[in-house]
């Protein structure tokens, strides 16, 4: 009977690291069709959205069943109760992606701001980095891994910020980038929210990992340092660095 558990439980780990990986290539095609402004490409990223749905329903049906048949030691339960939780922050990240490929569709305005856009392609490889990290400290079981994380969030918060700055910088050299400015603002917003999903994630990883409840989330764990992030000083330190150079 045990061996039978283990062996469910195997298939369940192997579907939850399949669903994070297609969600990370979300990530790159929803992006990539909004930089390359590919509208195709963003509709397609929309059309896969209902096979993460449906593998998100199918991870629920098989952890809910394996609770319910096998009868799990205490152990097994936290293990399987993360994974339920973490695939519903798998599955929010999903549907930031798929925001983001709509902003493709509905952007419109030119002249295009192309040093914000090649910053977005850097901020989006940020946060798909985080979310392999993530989903590599899920399989090995990594608390070590999954707690740094958080430190790796901030940096992508204040990427937001010194792209949220060069954006404002645009518009007022140029009103006419105004239009397309509302829909780079959405998207790094929208990957700001991805960093923190995936901060999500990593609290659920140590949670299975060792049964420790934890706030990761840097605005939570310390609102100090996010503070003194959003402060205008920050900003100004780091303008000559250009987005993405202070958190490398």
Avoid at 38 to 46: G, Q, R, S
Avoid at 117 to 126: N, P, Q
Avoid at 171 to 190: D, F, G, K, W
Wanted: negative net charge; proline residues 2%.
């Amino acid at each position: 009977m045990r061996e039978l558990f283990d062996d469910e439980l195997k298939k369940l780990h192997g579907r939850f690291v399949e669903m994070g990986l297609n969600i990370s290539e979300q990530i790159y095609y929803s992006t990539k069709a909004f930089i390359d402004h590919d509208k195709k490409l963003a509709a397609e990223v929309i059309e896969a959205d209902n096979n993460t749905n449906g593998e998100e329903m199918k991870l629920e049906k098989q952890a809910l069943n394996l609770i319910a048949l096998q009868q799990p030691v205490a152990t097994d339960f936290r293990i399987i109760i993360s994974i339920l939780k973490a695939s519903s922050d798998l599955e929010r990240i999903g549907d930031h992606a798929v925001s983001i490929a709509r902003e493709t569709i509905r952007m419109k305005g030119t002249p295009r701001i192309s040093g914000v856009e090649k910053e977005i392609g850097k901020m989006t490889d940020e946060v798909r980095d985080m979310l392999e990290k993530a989903l590599d400290a899920y399989s090995k079981s990594d608390e070590k891994s999954a707690r740094a994380l958080s430190e790796q969030d901030v940096g992508v918060d204040k990427e937001y910020l010194l792209i949220r700055d060069e954006i404002t910088k645009a518009v007022e050299a140029n009103s006419e980038t105004m239009p397309a400015s509302s829909s780079y603002l959405m998207v790094i917003r929208l990957l700001e929210r991805i960093g923190d999903h995936i901060v999500n994630l990593a609290e659920w990883i140590v949670y299975s990992a060792s049964g420790k409840i934890v706030e990761l989330n840097p605005g939570k764990a310390n609102p100090e340092l996010v503070n003194k992030l959003y402060s205008e000083e920050v900003i100004e330190e780091d303008k000559d660095k250009g987005p993405n150079k202070g958190s490398k």
